[in-house]
């Protein structure tokens, strides 16, 4: 059972952040700034895929690609022009640890599942009902022709990017998200982004006692606290360990935070 006064905390982070200013300087501000369902859903599917790291380094990125493709994200995907931008084989860095090559393999196989399937919404729409299940979905998919490495080859590890890139795209009647596929999975299904700023919240409210290891449980908190005091996180081993987890002792997170609690 959840406290009011957790509930409570949790409506004043709603109010704090389910706002239009949540907006500036995050990266969902892209896909607000481009016209059509099509060019937002390409718009924030690639901006989702790089926001990790320094948002004063990936930000601009996004911005680059937005502009190459004079807003219209979907085309340039779609057409290949992105290929006169980012030539294969390119060793150049394009972000940290991503490589202009290795963005044009990416684009390509973006390219790939747009011709095949129409978007990457209608794709999902005909292999998920679910937040996991459109993860993994999303997930199969890029690794077909051997992934890139920018989108998660399965579900094993938190997918935070991708887990934020379905909240855009499936909640509705926010002035964050977009809801475009609000009509093919389920909201209640969605699985929180997690990072470590969100462990930290969890361990703070007396919800968690160890970080979950995979997407699976990165989409469960504990009905309870742990007996006695909760003792530190220790996010490095423990994150590739599932051996910590009793299926029993879980239920959604999406049952605890109906919003976004800070900017990701």
């Known amino acids: 059972m959840i406290s009011k006064a957790t509930k409570q905390l949790l409506r004043q982070y709603a109010a704090k952040y389910e706002t239009v200013a949540f907006l500036e300087g995050d990266p969902s501000w892209f896909m607000h700034q481009v016209a059509g369902a099509s060019n937002q859903e390409a718009t924030a599917f690639l901006a989702a895929c790089l926001s990790y790291g320094s948002r004063k380094q990936f930000m601009p990125k996004i911005q680059w690609m937005v502009e190459r493709a004079e807003g219209k994200v979907d085309t340039w995907v779609r057409s290949g022009?992105?290929?006169?931008?980012?030539?294969?084989?390119?060793?150049?860095?394009?972000?940290?640890?991503y490589t202009v090559g290795?963005?044009?393999r990416f684009l390509q196989d973006y390219r790939r599942v747009m011709l095949e399937y129409g978007?990457?919404?209608?794709?999902?729409?005909?292999?998920?009902?679910?937040g996991l299940v459109a993860i993994e979905?999303?997930?199969?998919?890029?690794?077909?022709?051997?992934?890139?490495g920018i989108?998660?080859?399965?579900?094993?590890?938190?997918c935070k990017r991708v887990c934020m890139f379905l909240r855009w795209m499936v909640r509705s009647g926010s002035p964050?998200?977009?809801?475009?596929?609000?009509?093919?999975i389920d909201r209640r299904t969605l699985i929180m982004p997690l990072d470590t700023h969100v462990l930290a919240e969890q361990q703070l409210r007396h919800n968690v006692h160890r970080p979950p290891p995979n997407t699976t449980d990165a989409?469960?908190?504990?009905?309870?606290?742990?007996?006695?005091?909760?003792?530190?996180?220790?996010?490095?081993g423990e994150l590739k360990n599932p051996k910590h987890n009793n299926g029993n002792y879980f239920r959604p997170?999406?049952?605890?935070f109906p919003g976004p609690l800070e900017k990701y």
């Not at 290929?83 to 940290?96: Q, V």
């Not at 989108?151 to 938190?158: E, L, R, T």
């Open 81 to 97: 022009a992105f290929t006169d931008d980012l030539p294969a084989g390119d060793s150049r860095c394009f972000y940290r640890l």
């Open 102 to 104: 290795q963005m044009h």
């Open 119 to 130: 978007s990457l919404g209608e794709y999902v729409s005909s292999n998920a009902c679910d």
């Open 137 to 148: 979905s999303i997930c199969r998919v890029f690794g077909q022709e051997g992934a890139s």
């Open 151 to 158: 989108v998660p080859q399965n579900a094993q590890s938190a």
């Open 176 to 184: 964050v998200d977009l809801g475009l596929w609000a009509d093919c």
């Open 219 to 236: 989409g469960n908190i504990p009905r309870r606290p742990a007996k006695g005091r909760l003792r530190p996180l220790r996010l490095r």
């Open 253 to 256: 997170f999406s049952s605890l």
